[in-house]
């Protein structure tokens, strides 16, 4: 996939083998694994690390390799089920808590040109990804600023 402000072309990433069913070495029931989704959104980790954390720390010593293949659900839809979900997307958390730092860069240096240039490139991201959750995820009035940003990360 290309990166969107920048010349280069990027490189083409690694896919999941091909699996039907968990490998028979993780054998934990649906149930615990669904418990530690939930127990590790409400310790305010998002979807993502989740699944690290599983694959890496697993249920009860036992690593989890695919969640999706363990319980026929994804992590964000175990957390939706259970009402645990997070209040902003991930990717709209993450290039918000980007374009907050950023501003807070350029008050300290406000002669960095090329940081400039990167806060200007990810607001207009931020923009766009609001623009398609509007509605669904996200309130219909929901407006990206500086001052609603922190508000929404202090939360």
Same mark, same amino acid.
Do not use: C
């Given at each position: 996939?290309?990166?969107?402000?920048?010349?280069?072309?990027?490189?083409?990433?690694?896919?999941?083998?091909?699996?039907?069913?968990?490998?028979?070495?993780?054998?934990?029931?649906?149930?615990?694994?669904?418990?530690?989704?939930?127990?590790?959104?409400?310790?305010?980790?998002?979807?993502?690390?989740?699944?690290?954390?599983?694959?890496?720390?697993?249920?009860?010593?036992?690593?989890?390799?695919?969640?999706?293949?363990?319980?026929?659900?994804?992590?964000?839809?175990? #957390?939706?089920?259970?009402?645990?979900?997070? @209040? $902003?997307?991930? &990717?709209?958390?993450?290039?918000? !808590?980007? %374009? /907050?730092? *950023?501003?807070?860069?350029?008050?300290?240096?406000?002669?960095?040109?090329?940081?400039?240039?990167?806060?200007?490139?990810?607001?207009?991201?931020?923009?766009? #990804?609001?623009?398609?959750?509007?509605?669904? @995820? $996200?309130?219909? &009035?929901?407006?990206?600023?500086? !001052?609603? %940003? /922190?508000? *929404?990360?202090?939360?």
């Amino acid at each position: 996939m290309t990166r969107m402000h920048n010349p280069s072309r990027g490189s083409s990433g690694s896919d999941n083998p091909v699996a039907d069913e968990p490998p028979e070495w993780s054998d934990v029931d649906e149930d615990a694994i669904e418990e530690r989704v939930v127990e590790l959104a409400e310790q305010g980790h998002d979807p993502a690390m989740i699944g690290l954390k599983l694959r890496d720390e697993g249920v009860k010593g036992t690593p989890i390799p695919d969640v999706k293949l363990a319980t026929g659900k994804k992590v964000t839809e175990i #957390l939706e089920e259970n009402d645990a979900d997070p @209040e $902003l997307p991930s &990717d709209l958390r993450n290039l918000i !808590e980007q %374009a /907050v730092n *950023l501003r807070d860069h350029m008050e300290e240096n406000p002669q960095d040109h090329q940081n400039k240039r990167a806060l200007q490139n990810t607001e207009a991201k931020i923009r766009r #990804l609001a623009d398609y959750y509007r509605g669904d @995820e $996200l309130d219909e &009035d929901f407006t990206y600023n500086y !001052e609603v %940003a /922190v508000e *929404l990360l202090e939360e």
